[in-house]
């Protein structure tokens, strides 16, 4: 099971920055950004051989499961 940060939003992010740097943009002045979006993976296959079992809650909420 993982909660984190999506890479796609955080590349997004990073592309922004370099985006502005490319244009000339004080370092100083730029903000501190933190990705706002965040995704719930699941590994069906990895949870089994450990002999763990998700409510079907959370299997409903995840993002991704992985079988």
Do not use: C, H, W
Not at 11 to 34: C, K
């Amino acid at each position: 099971m993982s909660y984190g940060t999506d890479v796609n939003d955080a590349q997004r992010l990073t592309g922004v920055y370099v985006g502005r740097i490319l244009q000339g943009a004080n370092l100083a002045d730029l903000p501190v950004q933190q990705a706002v979006r965040v995704e719930l993976v699941l590994n069906m296959k990895t949870a089994k051989t450990l002999g763990i079992t998700f409510p079907l809650s959370l299997l409903g909420r995840a993002d991704e499961v992985i079988e």
